[in-house]
């Protein structure tokens, strides 16, 4: 039987690389010039911290949690999202009482035995940033603005929508989701199954429902939006003006309800039109009683996750190219004593911080040359015997296609 990868994971492959470094590390770069630090966390924990932190409703512990016995006898899962596993990291190493505030970022992959399709594996890989000790409704908006920039410093600007809500908190939620269940109960022979499993455990999610028959029954359902409490109201039109403030775009949406149970007060989406059913391509909200579920103090926190897959999906159809090069200059020879110099100033280019690429196999002079050109080498450089003998090189412009002879000497390469 020939190997093969598991279904639902997937190989990032050299040509791609390229692409995720790029997104990768400008996200990494503006989340610490807004003042975060990077926590790596366990990819494996105790099925505890999700099943508490999640919400036993949520349709990641009930169906999609990859959870297996340990030889001890505990449960352990593979994490299916971040925040849950840097909240415990904040509580077990006491982070709360080394600064009033916690800025946290993390990059890793996920497990969710989810139906695999475009832009949705099982085992995928987020950005996302958690920030702790920060209830200002300005707090969210800043989150949401550094999403914002982010999408603008990769070229998504134009490609993404701002959608945002407001779930409320432990005084008005209770409330609406009675209203929510009583209009539900009088159509619930119509909702699926799921919803109707949904329906005594957590109404929200129905609202959330792709089922044809749910998303109709709920155009009429309540809206959390028009039953805030007064300080959820407040608290919600701060996080608008903020971003009215410093001219962040955004749709009202209020039949955002995010998949987990944790969320309070602001939540929110950037969804594009450009990946069919799979539009969200990052989303977070607050969650200020996660860190006192999972046995720290109360604690405001706030936090967002991204999909790099659906991202870089995006970024692909929006930015197509400029992102194959993988050395800078490729160096082809003719000749054994050709070669030996082809070596050494290979080995002197990279120390000097170049990408060089070499094949000392002996190809001819064209087989070398497609070589360069399908590295995407800015530059080549041709060393020949003639060369050698009168100490210069060949340095080839391959966007130019232009050609000039220079001095061997390392100072004088590009």
């Given at each position: 039987m020939k ?17 995720w ?8 770069n503006?989340?610490?010039l807004y ?7 366990p990819?494996?924990?105790?099925t ?9 409703s ?19 899962t ?13 509580i ?13 970022y ?7 035995h989810?139906?695999?399709?475009k ?16 209830d ?7 989150l949401?603005a ?9 070229g ?11 779930l409320?908190d ?30 005594g455990t957590?109404p ?7 089922q ?64 069919g ?6 989303a977070?909200?607050r ?61 002197e280019?990279?120390?000097?911080g170049?990408r060089?690429?070499a ?15 399908k ?24 966007e130019k ?12 390469q590009?």
């Amino acid at each position: 039987m020939k190997v093969r990868s598991i279904r639902g994971f997937h190989d990032i492959l050299p040509e791609d690389i390229g692409r995720w470094h790029h997104i990768e590390e400008l996200a990494k770069n503006l989340f610490e010039l807004y003042g975060y630090s990077e926590i790596r966390i366990p990819a494996l924990e105790f099925t505890e911290v999700f099943a508490r932190g999640l919400g036993t409703s949520s349709d990641i512990v009930e169906k999609e949690m990859y959870t297996f016995t340990d030889r001890d006898g505990s449960s352990l899962t593979l994490r299916p999202e971040g925040t849950a596993g840097v909240v415990r990291a904040y509580i077990e190493n006491s982070m709360y009482t080394k600064t009033p505030q916690s800025k946290l970022y993390y990059t890793g992959m996920m497990f969710r035995h989810e139906r695999p399709q475009k832009g949705r594996y099982r085992g995928f890989y987020q950005i996302g940033a958690e920030l702790f000790g920060a209830d200002a409704p300005e707090s969210d908006a800043e989150l949401i603005a550094m999403n914002h920039n982010f999408f603008g410093s990769i070229g998504l600007s134009g490609s993404v929508t701002l959608e945002l809500s407001s779930l409320g908190d432990g005084e008005c939620k209770p409330a609406y989701k009675s209203m929510l269940t009583d209009y539900f109960n009088g159509h619930k022979d119509r909702l699926c199954e799921d919803c109707q499993r949904r329906l005594g455990t957590n109404p929200l999610r129905i609202l959330d429902c792709k089922q044809k028959t749910c998303i109709e029954i709920s155009k009429d359902a309540p809206k959390m939006l028009d039953n805030l409490c007064e300080s959820c109201t407040e608290h919600f039109g701060r996080v608008k003006d903020s971003l009215d403030s410093i001219g962040v775009p955004y749709e009202i949406n209020p039949k955002i309800v995010r998949g987990l149970d944790y969320y309070t007060r602001t939540v929110f989406e950037f969804t594009t039109d450009q990946l069919g059913a799979q539009n969200a391509v990052a989303a977070g909200g607050r969650y200020d009683g996660l860190v006192k579920e999972l046995g720290g103090p109360e604690t405001p926190a706030v936090g967002f996750a991204m999909g790099i897959e659906r991202i870089v999906l995006l970024h692909q159809q929006v930015v197509p190219e400029g992102f194959g090069r993988r050395v800078d200059i490729y160096i082809a020879y003719l000749g054994d004593e050709a070669r030996n110099a082809a070596f050494s100033l290979a080995h002197e280019l990279r120390s000097a911080g170049a990408r060089v690429g070499a094949d000392y196999g002996g190809k001819s002079l064209k087989s070398q040359m497609k070589r360069a050109d399908k590295s995407g080498a800015r530059y080549t450089i041709i060393i020949g015997e003639d060369e050698l003998s009168r100490g210069v090189v060949k340095l080839r412009d391959m966007e130019k296609s232009s050609e000039d002879e220079i001095a061997l000497d390392l100072k004088s390469q590009p």
